[in-house]
């Protein structure tokens, strides 16, 4: 009868270890990608920003270059030049014609303030960061009247 108990008892463990094992590492959920750095404005770089929610058409693009904090130069990239007819006056629209609205371009720290303060008032903001040192590759904000949308590429610090 003691045999049983014993050959019982071995039966429980094993049973009891077999659920424990790292077999179940494999059922568990992955962990969570690691978060981007925090970003730190170099003291000069440059940058493309696209304005506009249509990846395929933006509203603009314009290369920025930022030195000691502040843009010194912007260009736009997408400029269609505007003919003027011969002495029409009539109304052209904006400077670039159909092409979109001239801005005026900021420096990604400008950008990421503004997200921030768009958050506070209340305004849905979504940011996504490049994952190897924390610049902003894209910020939408909603403040009510639809998104607006500024995606950074061809980063480049100096």
Not at 9 to 32: E, F, N, R
Not at 52 to 72: N, Q, S, W
Request: charged share 20%; net charge negative.
């Amino acid at each position: 009868m003691r045999l049983q108990w014993a050959w019982g008892g071995i039966a429980l463990v094993a049973l009891a270890g077999g659920c424990t094992s790292s077999s179940d590492d494999a059922k568990s959920p992955p962990a969570a990608p690691a978060s981007p750095p925090a970003w730190t404005e170099p003291a000069a770089y440059s940058y493309v920003l696209a304005r506009g929610c249509d990846a395929a058409a933006p509203a603009g693009r314009y290369e920025v270059r930022v030195k000691a904090g502040a843009v010194a130069e912007s260009n736009r990239l997408d400029a269609a030049p505007v003919e003027p007819s011969s002495g029409s006056g009539e109304d052209l629209g904006p400077a670039t014609g159909d092409t979109g609205e001239e801005i005026e371009a900021f420096t990604l720290k400008d950008l990421l303030e503004m997200a921030q303060t768009a958050s506070e008032d209340g305004g849905q903001v979504t940011k996504a960061l490049d994952t190897t040192d924390g610049h902003p590759v894209k910020v939408t904000i909603d403040v009510g009247s639809g998104p607006e949308c500024w995606t950074v590429s061809d980063y480049q610090p100096a």
